[in-house]
């Protein structure tokens, strides 16, 4: 009788608390255009049938529940954007899950990775205010412990100030704007003039210069990175919306050799002391391992070395000879600098067709080591099957008389034969890199990151 009634209670505590876990994310339907207006909203915008939209969902119920729990104004909600697809497409969404925090009429992409606490920390960043006030030097200093990068205006009513929050307003999607009086920073500051827009980064700080360093939001998309970078897929897409090249050590960290460490070592150094010649082309950094590198240029690069990528045109660039010395160093991202150094790769027709077939491939070879036996059924069934009526249709061909046409007509597909031959060999000498980084559905979009919605 007692577990009877102990189990009814429970059931009934777990049906009040699973009802109210759901609460924290609101399902969201076509009247949404309307009733958002006076709230802010942190969106996920999915499909039933995405993977990546499922592994979304329980992490967003725990998002839901922290941003509630903490007390923020920002309400969690999901809507499926195949029921709703007219609202869907009309916040501008095309990869799935998309996660929009929405905001007046302004409308806000998240793109880091979906874990609880970065989607967190994005919604409480871009729901706040553009630019934080930071009145103490208590508060400074604490913020100066908490980022590695920090923006902050000093001074007062200006034009400066109204383009700094402008700028805030719409590049908060990648990190903190504050505001504060002079008297706020470090005594051992001098500042040539106010008002000015500082970074603090690198244990220095750099002032904004009008003249030198053109609009103010391209010198922050700029400086928004530490100068020197530990690297990954994910760091490496952020960094391309820079448009600076990037110049890589790639490196083993499992196995750290001298000559590694070495190379490291004159990156950090050319990134810090080089900074007035290369720091507004050039992003600098290593990168654990070179599978992601090797699938990224569909070749091979040897560990350890250095590479530079233009991540704008998927061009990259290698030393002639390796580096060993800082003028190497130098030599080699000059080289770069003024064009004169041999670009490999890039975004063309042909580097298009190759990587169709580098993707293809990857994908065939990785069904085949995890299960050999579909791998031949799916590729070598349809394969034998092309290969026959192939035959056939030459056989066919030559039966009649235009034996002129038909010779040419054969040789032109031995060679692509051949082609497609040696690109398999080459396969075999690779590894197949796992995609595996690339978390997003369909990447394709390249809009804006803030983008006005009515
Ligand atoms: C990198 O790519 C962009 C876009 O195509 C191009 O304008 C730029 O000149 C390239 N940079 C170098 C150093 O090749
Ligand atoms: C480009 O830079 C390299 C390295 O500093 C230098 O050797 C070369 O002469 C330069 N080329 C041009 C065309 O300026």
Known sequence: MAEVKASLISGVVLAFLSSAVLAFVEDLDDTFKDTRVNDIWLVDFYTPWCGYCKKLEPVWYEVGVELRSSGSPVRVGKM??????????????????TIKLLKGDLAYNYKGPRTKDDIVEFANRVAGPAVRA?????????????????????????TLKEKYNDVASELIVY?????????????????PELPAVIVFKDGAYFTYDEYEDGSLSSWVNKERFQGYLQI????????????????????????????????????????????EHFNSDFQFGHMDGNDYINSLIMGEVTVPSVIILNTSNEQYFLPGEPIETME????????????????????????????????ARSTIMSVFRSSPLLGCFLFGLPLGVISLMCYGICT???????????????EGLTDEEEEEEEERQRAAELEGPDDGENEEEDVGEKDPEVKKTD
């Open 328 to 359: 190497q160093l130098v030599q080699f991202i000059s080289s770069v600098l003024n064009g004169s150094a041999q670009a490999y790769g890039g975004d063309g027709i042909i580097q298009r067709i190759k990587r169709v077939a580098f993707d």
């Open 80 to 97: 499926d954007a195949t029921a709703y697809s007219g609202m869907a497409s009309e916040f501008g969404v095309r990869g799935y899950p």
């Open 396 to 410: 066919a061909e030559s039966d009649d008389g235009s034996d002129d046409i038909d010779a040419l007509k054969r």
């Open 232 to 275: 990954d897929g994910f760091t490496l897409y952020e960094l391309g919306e820079t448009g600076k090249l990037v110049a890589i050590a790639v490196v083993d960290e499992k196995d750290p050799t001298e000559e590694s460490g070495r190379l490291k070592a004159l990156i950090q150094r050319v990134a810090k002391e080089y900074r």
């Open 134 to 158: 930071l009145p103490s030097k208590q508060m400074f200093e604490h913020m100066m412990k908490r980022h590695d990068v920090l923006f902050v205006y000093v001074g007062g009513e200006s």
């Open 175 to 191: 990190t903190y704007f504050f505001s504060a009086s002079e008297e706020v920073l470090p005594e051992s500051m001098s500042l």
